[in-house]
């Protein structure tokens, strides 16, 4: 691999010349280049080494799309953006998110200092020496007073999978954590389950291209229109005029433009699909030669499917049999079929066996590993595969298993570190470390690059348990995210745009992040954060070749040998900046057999899948009753997702952006229905009162015919919406429910 000038900073403010000469007094030998901005990339696309007035391209920052982005720069730095037209996944299309990216890194709330908690409540700024050697001697007190697994760490799906990969590593082997989860548990884990057990591994199979060759995509709870809308984009340029078909309880943006929308009452989708599965098997429409030479568990499906009837599933789910049936019969007769979901299946309290009636339905078709085919999980965070991949949250380190003494042997090989540094169980989940605060096992919290006293279910419960700590570290671009209000101690991280690594798409596409800026004051990217972390923890050695962000890559490809995800055959960073991207896998034997990747490739063309008999596995479970009805006390079940295409999560970000703070409404607001409007004497517009058995807040109403009487809607990005989202889990992902609370909705007074 080449070796290029390193990435370093010349603000006079930053920490160059303040902590690498303290570590160099201590150590005699750490230098900028090795602690603070690492030294020798593939890259070369920065501030000190990019041409005055250039362009260079970098995946987008925001969701998982991974769009390509165009970066005008002057004077060695970017200036501007605009979309890259020959990107293989945007096509020269951005939506508003993208278009701002640069202009949120510009917010007065930058962390640039490491900030301590005065005894008053305020914080003092401190040197990073101070701040580093504060994290050190509070983590290990704690760990000696109350043992090695008394602390804990909730990363993201936000940071650079060679920065996840670091964190995993750093923590779980050298400082002896074993609890540590990602905030992909909030939006993925229902999908990692589900291929897991389906398909043998965490395998999203398709490619974007599939969107534009289907003549039948089927949306489940998914609003692409609005959530992802380049993908969208991608839909639109399907010249099939394919049949869409919407299984939704709200009239979405993506159901107005559906050739069929079910709109279900919530949480009945898992029964409509198993009337639609009975319905394509009993109308002959399974491809019986591709299930039998390739899945387990036919008999026990068309068994358990057999008791969901149109009749019995159209009462409760408020659909009719004749739209159960003209959907079973679309399916059953397109050649080409697609199936995706995202957050309206995964966040759910049996959203697991629902993605698998998806994966059941692609499957007995035969709608798999071909051109326009596919059981889909569009993925929410820019870098959410690459936690689910490399973070050592829920797997060990490269989809591992930290139960097999095998992979135990083979991470510790390729690393360099003794095997007894690895845990031998995975860690728990994150609605398990919550709960680990609450019963004092855990004192001590570690909080990279997500904002839980915000996006955590039941809002006001988890603000208390984070307040119950010994010790709380947030590592955060901005000091005022809710999260960082509680912290003792507030660590100042680079963004998107001021350091380099890689993101990990939807459709499993390793692109590149480049630094392109200077991060403000004191801030530094969170790979250098760690070097910082491991060297005060005295662990140089161990992490002795983890120098830089490429070099973690080249790790990573060694222990990617042998996995379903094997990228032993990329070259270098450069080779995925030229290609576009580059979807795994792509190993040395693929290499060998071609040069360059093509830009778009699906898997289990082959009808081989990763269980030891190469078959995949049809599973279904019995429907299980909501854990809170609607009563007369709480008549109204509330639905919470995505609001607008300029809104992003806890808006940490997005309400940076002045532009896109006027694309969507300033206050909060709860959809509800006409009539339910008028029962209560409320226009368009009012104050309304929205209280469940967890806390109470005002919202604007919108009246609208979008959702049915007896349910309400508020987006999620509002601070105040998971005060009334209830503390219920999927029994097999542990991902939060967030889409069904019974609430009243009263006029504010």
Not at 36 to 57: F, V
Not at 143 to 152: D, L, M, V
Not at 379 to 408: P, V, Y
Not at 460 to 478: H, I, P, S
Request: glycine share 8%; net charge negative; proline share 5%.
């Amino acid at each position: 691999m080449s070796t290029l000038p390193s990435l370093t900073r010349t603000d006079d403010r930053t920490s160059d010349r303040q902590l690498p000469q303290l570590i160099q007094a201590r150590t005699g030998k750490m230098t900028r280049e090795l602690l603070l901005e690492p030294g020798k990339h593939g890259l070369g696309m920065t501030p000190s080494t990019l041409a005055a007035d250039t362009t260079t391209t970098a995946v987008c920052g925001f969701c998982a799309t991974g769009c390509g982005l165009r970066l005008h720069m002057r004077d060695g730095e970017a200036v501007g953006l605009t979309p890259e037209t020959k990107y293989p996944v945007n096509l020269g299309m951005a939506c508003p998110k993208g278009w701002e990216a640069l202009r949120v890194l510009d917010s007065d709330d930058r962390a640039t200092d490491p900030l301590v908690r005065k005894p008053d409540g305020g914080f003092d700024p401190v040197s990073w020496d101070t701040a580093l050697t504060l994290f050190t001697d509070r983590f290990k007190s704690i760990q000696n007073k109350y043992g090695k697994e008394s602390i804990a760490f909730l990363s993201t799906g936000q940071i650079a999978s060679e920065e996840m990969a670091f964190l995993g590593a750093l923590a779980k082997f050298g400082m002896g954590m074993v609890h540590g989860d990602g905030n992909t548990r909030q939006c993925m884990a229902t999908a990692v389950t589900a291929y897991k057990e389906s398909f043998g591994f965490d395998a999203p199979p398709y490619t974007y291209d599939d969107f534009e060759q289907s003549d039948c995509l089927v949306f489940v709870g998914s609003n692409p229109c609005i959530g992802h809308p380049i993908m969208w984009e991608r839909v639109l340029r399907n010249r099939k005029s394919p049949e869409i078909i919407v299984i939704d309880p709200r009239r979405t943006e993506t159901a107005m433009a559906a050739t069929q929308h079910l709109q279900l009452r919530p949480k009945n989708d898992l029964s409509i699909l198993y009337a639609i599965t009975n319905q394509i098997i009993q109308r002959g429409y399974v491809d019986h030669s591709f299930v039998d030479q390739h899945t387990t568990g036919f008999e026990q499906l068309r068994e358990h499917v057999a008791g969901f009837t149109t009749a019995s599933v159209a009462e409760q789910s408020g659909i009719s049999e004749e739209q159960i049936i003209r959907a079973a019969d679309t399916i059953g007769t397109k050649e080409a079929v697609s199936l995706w979901w995202t957050m309206g299946v995964n966040q759910s309290y049996e959203g697991t066996r629902t993605a698998q009636a998806i994966i059941n339905i692609a499957l007995i078709t035969g709608n798999i590993g071909r051109p326009g085919t596919g059981a889909n999980s569009i993925t929410g965070q820019c870098n959410a595969m690459g936690s689910r991949l490399w973070s050592n949250t829920t797997n060990l380190i490269g989809h591992h298993k930290f139960e097999d003494a095998g992979d135990r042997e083979k991470v510790a090989r390729e690393l360099g570190i003794g095997v007894d540094s690895i845990p031998t169980k995975v860690g728990w989940s994150y609605d398990r470390i919550m709960e680990g605060i609450r019963r004092d096992e855990i004192k001590g919290l570690w909080v990279i690059a997500t904002n839980p006293a915000h996006s955590w279910i039941h809002q006001g419960e988890a603000r208390d348990l984070l307040d119950k700590l010994d010790f709380l570290v947030v590592q955060d671009m901005y000091h005022s995210t809710e999260t960082a209000r509680h912290a003792d101690l507030i660590l100042p991280a680079a963004a998107w745009g001021e350091k380099d690594g890689t993101f990990i798409n939807s459709e499993r596409r390793y692109s590149l992040i480049k630094k392109v800026r200077k991060a403000p004051g004191l801030a530094l990217s969170d790979f250098s954060i760690l070097r910082g972390v491991a060297h005060y923890w005295g662990l140089d050695e161990m992490f002795a070749k983890w120098t830089d962000p490429e070099a973690v890559f080249r790790l990573m490809q060694q222990l990617s040998v042998g996995q379903p995800c094997d990228i032993s055959g990329i070259n270098d960073y450069q080779q995925i900046d030229r290609c576009g991207g580059i979807q795994w896998p792509w190993s040395q034997r693929d290499a060998s057999e071609c040069d360059v990747p093509e830009p778009q490739r699906r898997l289990f063309a082959d009808g081989k899948f990763y269980h030891d008999d190469e078959k995949a596995k049809l599973i279904a479970a019995a429907v299980t009753p909501m854990p809170e009805p609607t009563d007369d006390e709480f008549p109204v079940m509330l639905m919470t997702g995505r609001g607008t295409v300029s809104q992003w999560h806890t808006q940490t970000r997005t309400s940076k952006s002045p532009v896109l703070r006027k694309l969507y409404p300033r206050d909060p607001y709860v959809e509800i229905n006409t009539l339910d409007a008028r029962s209560m004497d409320v226009s368009n517009g009012d104050w309304v009162r929205v209280t469940s058995r967890r806390g109470s807040l005002l919202a604007k109403a919108m009246v609208v015919p979008t959702v049915r009487s007896g349910q309400a809607f508020m987006p999620m990005h509002y601070e105040a919406t998971n005060q009334l989202t209830l503390s219920h889990f999927d029994p097999y992902s542990r991902q939060p429910s967030y889409k069904n609370s019974a609430v009243r909705i009263e006029r504010s007074s």
